[in-house]
């Protein structure tokens, strides 16, 4: 994990930084609200649902807000789940290169995982490390965002914005980091490991059912049209971007 991360430290910041730039420019643009905009920008720069759970409360985002920038990440978690699987073996993608571009390019850490497991064992063990990996920016993105809304607050004063903004912290980072100690200092535990992960995928195919079960006609007209738009667009010149630069590296 720290290999990974330590690799790509300045390539996931710059990514980072360039789809919040980019996901906030979209936004505006196509009129979006201000946090829904924001939510959907995080959302397809980290981790998807767990990272607009995670920053919403942070710039006190409403819960039409919230369910907004939830269903159309879910929408296109929905999609990638079973279109990246196509393209990549329409375009010979090694598992390697699979595995990146699908924990690169895919919103929430259950799809990449679902995704890359469809693809191959080994796509899998790479998805999974970088898209985790990447999921810790969700510490330092949260402390930007309250800065964010506490300077916005001073520059456009109202009640709703009484109080501090609130940190929600994602507890599923430090498991997946107490999960890698344990592993890094205990590896002969095979036989226990190999168990926990066969209880973990009936767990990942459960959470990819609720996932589904959760989108709803009414769900995804409540999203309408403009967030939509906004988050598909952004959705794909990240995964274009991303899997051209793959590609050229090949």
Not at 37 to 57: D, E, F, K, N, R
Not at 143 to 156: I, S, T
Request: overall charge positive.
């Amino acid at each position: 994990m720290l290999r990974v991360g330590a690799h790509g430290f300045f390539l996931t910041l710059i990514t980072i930084s360039a789809t919040l730039a980019i996901g906030m420019l979209i936004g505006r643009a196509l009129k979006v609200e201000r946090k829904a905009a924001m939510l959907i920008a995080v959302g397809t720069a980290i981790c998807g649902g767990s990272a607009i759970a995670a920053i919403g409360p942070v710039i006190k985002a409403s819960d039409e807000e919230m369910s907004v920038s939830l269903g159309t990440v879910f929408i296109l978690n929905a999609v990638a789940l079973f279109l990246f699987p196509i393209i990549g073996h329409a375009l010979h993608m090694s598992e390697d290169s699979f595995g990146v571009w699908a924990a690169l390019a895919i919103h929430d850490t259950s799809s990449v995982v679902g995704a890359a497991a469809s693809y191959g064992k080994h796509a899998l063990e790479i998805a999974t490390t970088i898209k985790l990996t990447r999921a810790l920016w969700i510490i330092p993105v949260a402390f930007f965002f309250a800065y964010l809304e506490a300077r916005h607050d001073r520059v456009h004063p109202s009640d709703e914005h009484i109080g501090r903004p609130k940190l929600q912290v994602p507890w599923f980072i430090g498991l997946f980091v107490l999960a890698s100690v344990i592993r890094s200092l205990m590896p002969g535990a095979g036989n226990l490991y190999g168990e926990i992960g066969i209880v973990a995928k009936a767990l990942l195919s459960l959470t990819l059912f609720l996932i589904g079960a959760g989108l709803s006609r009414s769900a995804i007209i409540k999203v309408g049209a403009r967030p939509f738009i906004a988050g598909i667009s952004l959705w794909i010149l990240v995964a274009v971007t991303t899997l051209g630069i793959i590609l050229g590296l090949r």
